[in-house]
Structures are given as C-alpha cells and as structure tokens.
C-alpha cells in the first residue's frame, strides 16, 4: 500500500508561480515511479510529470515541459512539482501518484492511464 497527501495548491496570476507538494508513505517505495496528473472541468485526465525514485529520471507531458520541474527528496519521502509561468490552462486539481510502471513515457502519455494509487488532489487555479 502506498499513500499520497498533496498539498500546495491555490490561486495565482498568470506568469507566477506555485510549488506542489506530495508526501508519500508506505512500503518497498523503490519499486514505484512518482508523478503528477490532473483534471481539469469537463476534459480527460492528463499526465503531467512522473519521476523514477530508483534513478531519478524524469518525463514532462509537452504541455508542460519548459515550465514545471519535478523532484523528490527520498529523506523527506516527499515528490515536488516547480510550477513556473503558469497559463490559465494549466488551471486544473492536481493528484499525485504512484505506479509500478517504470516506464515513464507510458505513464504520463497514455490517456485514462490507471494509476495503482493516487492522492486526494489539490486544486490550482491561474487567474487574474
């Protein structure tokens, strides 16, 4: 069992910035990739950025990739997600998650991938 808290969401003016936050427990974490996805009103759920906690590889959807950085802190057993110039598009609730996979591409990219676990989410909101 894995279990994902978010935290770090809110409301910020297009061009700023926000940091997410997910803080993961459970057992045999090496074995999971970790990563972001979110959903916006009304469209599909989209993959946003996953990390390898055995090598710290990284994948970003195109939608993102420029922009958003993720990281991990495996002391802290905490997954981060840098959000810099933020459009309103990106306005959206963000889950985190975990998943058996390693193959990175594949869990960010697949539509309706389905995830072995995923926290409550967080919402974030571009607005001016």
């Known amino acids: 069992q894995v279990q994902l808290v978010e935290s770090g969401g809110g409301l910020v003016q297009p061009g700023g910035s926000l940091r997410l936050s997910c803080a993961v427990s459970?057992?045999?974490?090496?074995?999971?990739?970790f990563g972001w996805f979110r959903q916006a009103p009304g469209k599909r759920r989209e993959g946003v950025s996953c990390?390898?906690?055995?090598?710290?590889?990284?994948y970003y959807a195109d939608s993102v990739k420029g922009r958003f950085t993720i990281s991990r802190d495996n002391a802290k057993k905490t997954v981060y997600l840098q959000m810099n110039n933020l459009k309103p598009e990106d306005t959206a609730v963000y889950y985190c998650?975990?998943?058996?996979?390693?193959?990175?591409?594949?869990?960010?990219?697949?539509?309706?991938?389905?995830?072995?676990?995923w926290g409550q989410g967080t919402q974030v909101t571009v607005s001016s």
């Open positions: 998650l975990a998943d058996s996979s390693q193959d990175l591409a594949r869990v960010v990219t697949t539509p309706s991938y389905e995830y072995d676990y």
């Open positions: 459970g057992r045999t974490l090496d074995s999971y990739v």
């Open positions: 990390i390898s906690s055995r090598d710290g590889q990284t």
